[in-house]
Every structure is written in C-alpha cells, then in structure tokens.
C-alpha cells in the first residue's frame, strides 16, 4: 500500500486542487475510452470540492458521461431529505452537471434496509469492475472520517467492521440509532485510489493518532482502511494536521 498526506491552507485550497487532479483524471481515462468508478462519501466536509467541481471550468469541460457516482454509504431516508447523501452531492454538483442518469447509481435509502441492501450489492456487482480476488474495484473512493474515527457507516466496535464477504451492511449509528447502508472494509480496501477528505481542528487529535499509527488508533474504523493494491490518501487542512 502507497500512502500519500497532502495538506493544505484550507478547505478551499483542498477543493480546488482535489476538483483539478479529479477533472484530469476523468479526462485522461477518457481519453483511453474507459469509465471510472467512483464511490463518494457523504457528510459536510465534501461539499465544497462538490461545489468546485460543478463550477467552471470543471462543470463544463469534464466529460462526465465517463463517470459512474456511486455511495460509500448512506442514510435510510427518503432521498429528497436533508440528511441524505444523494441530496448533498445532487445539491452541490449532480443538478449542475451533464452526466447520464445511468451513471448515477444513488443508495434508495427510501427502501427498506434489508431489500436495499442487497439491491445496491447487485447493482456495484453488475457495474464495478472487479479485482483478482473477485471484490468489486473502485477506482476511486472518497471517504470522510468523523470525530469518533468512523468512516462511511462503519463505527467503532461495530461488528460490520468484521464482515469479509458482503460488499455493503446495514449499519446503525450508535448514537441516533439511525440506519444506514455501508460499503464494507474489505471493497474499501479493493479501491485503487482511496481517498481521506478531513478538515477542522475537531479531528485533529484522531489524525495524529491513525497517521502515528499509535496502538490505541487501530480502534478506529478509518485506520482499518488500508487499501493493499492501491493508493491511500490523506487531504487535510492545516486545522486537522496540526498534530503530525
Ligand atoms: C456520513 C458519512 C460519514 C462522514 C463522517 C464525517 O454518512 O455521515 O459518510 O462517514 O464522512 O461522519 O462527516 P463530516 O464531513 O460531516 O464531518
């Protein structure tokens, strides 16, 4: 595993050179005539490369019909609602962009969870290509990470974080009781890019921690995220890197 740690002044130097280095990867794979597979986090912290990304001349001059969006996870809610990921990233970017709606393969949180479940793990079967050992394989994975080191839907002690076959769980946030649907450890260590989007002075002390590699971060969910054939990146503003 190649592990790079980028930071930045800010999160809107992050997002504009991550929405740079994206649209020029969209570009070069289609160039080759190929998609690419992208699974994005949800949260706050990735609005603003959203938004980035649907300004010019990203917006216009990235050849989006190359792109298939789908979900690191999700909240079990209607799709229009405030605290869904879809509406997010629909709010900030795909509203504002040309791409096909075949190319966005949105968690229906609408759904319940035990059909959707496995109607999400047939559609990324069906669709992502996949890796020697027969995993789905993203090309590129965005994940955030929260304050408690989770990352997608996948919490401390949470015993989702022991599933080796299944490529998305039903999850429960352990402080709302909320359901969600989650991809699993081991797609996210399939992708071939993985992504760590985390800014603010709050997640500080949990970055020092999982980047130390300290005994105690391999509690955290985030630290499990180790991608063996592939790329781990760490996008951090200065707040959030004060530590290391
Ligand atoms: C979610 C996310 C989750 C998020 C972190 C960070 O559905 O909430 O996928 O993993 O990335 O909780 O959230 P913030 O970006 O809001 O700090």
Redesign the pocket.
């Known amino acids: 595993m190649k592990q790079e740690i980028y930071t930045f002044n800010d999160s809107r130097e992050l997002a504009n050179k991550l929405a740079e280095y994206f649209h020029r990867t969209v570009r070069k794979t289609a160039e080759s005539g190929e998609s690419l597979f992208v699974a994005l986090?949800?949260?706050?912290?990735?609005r603003i490369f959203f938004e980035r990304l649907a300004a010019p001349p990203y917006r216009e001059e990235t050849p989006w019909k190359n792109v298939h969006f789908f979900w690191?996870?999700e909240?079990c809610v209607q799709p229009d609602n405030s605290e869904s990921?879809f509406k997010m990233a629909k709010d900030s970017l795909l509203s504002h962009i040309t791409i096909p709606d075949k190319n966005i393969h949105r968690i229906m949180g609408e759904n319940p969870p035990q059909s959707e479940v496995k109607r999400y793990e047939k559609e990324i079967k069906d669709y992502v290509p996949k890796d020697r050992n027969g995993h789905p394989q993203f090309d590129w994975i965005f994940?955030?990470?929260?304050k408690d080191g989770?990352?997608?839907?996948l919490f401390p002690g949470s015993p989702t974080l022991q599933e080796k076959e299944a490529v998305c769980v039903i999850a429960v946030h352990p402080a709302s009781g909320q359901k969600?649907i989650s991809l699993t450890l081991p797609v996210i260590n399939s992708g071939k890019r993985v992504s760590f989007l985390v800014t603010g002075e709050e997640k500080a002390p949990i970055v020092e921690e999982i980047l130390k590699k300290t005994p105690s971060s391999l509690s955290y969910p985030s630290a499990r995220v180790q991608p063996a054939d592939g790329i781990l990146e760490w996008y951090l503003d200065k707040p959030s890197a004060k530590g290391l």
């Open positions: 986090s949800g949260g706050t912290t990735p690191g996870d909240r990921n994940l955030g990470m929260g989770h990352t997608a839907s969600r």
